[in-house]
């Protein structure tokens, strides 16, 4: 089994910025991919960014050169860099990683990130 937990958000003004992390333990598998998606109030949840084990990365267009995520191998923890922080990118922030040793994709429980303008 592998936990998931997302920490690092929070209230921020427009403009500025905040890390989220996800912290991976458990039974983790070295070939994986690590995602980050968002659920605005009211909305669907949306893919923000993801990455691979190898540092494959993809990024939805609307944070592409605001967002950047990344990983630590050793520390089992991805994270997503969230820069000029806009009023639309408020919303509960969840982390999920796919490992291709069991086939099986986990869930963190979310965090929540509120920016204001």
């Known amino acids: 089994q592998v936990q998931l937990v997302e920490s690092g958000g929070g209230m921020m003004q427009a403009g500025g910025s905040l890390r989220l992390s996800c912290a991976a333990s458990g039974r983790t598998f070295s070939n994986y991919a690590m995602g980050w998606f968002r659920r605005a109030p009211g909305k669907e949840r949306e893919f923000v960014a993801a990455?691979?084990?190898?540092?494959?990365?993809n990024v939805v267009d609307s944070v592409k050169g605001r967002f950047t995520i990344s990983i630590d191998t050793p520390k089992n923890t991805g994270y997503l860099q969230m820069n000029s922080l806009r009023p639309e990118d408020t919303a509960v922030y969840y982390c999920?990683?796919?490992?291709?040793?069991?086939?099986?994709?986990?869930w963190g429980e979310g965090t929540l990130v509120t920016v204001s303008s």
């Open positions: 990455i691979t084990s190898d540092g494959i990365t």
């Open positions: 999920n990683a796919f490992y291709s040793g069991n086939g099986r994709t986990y």
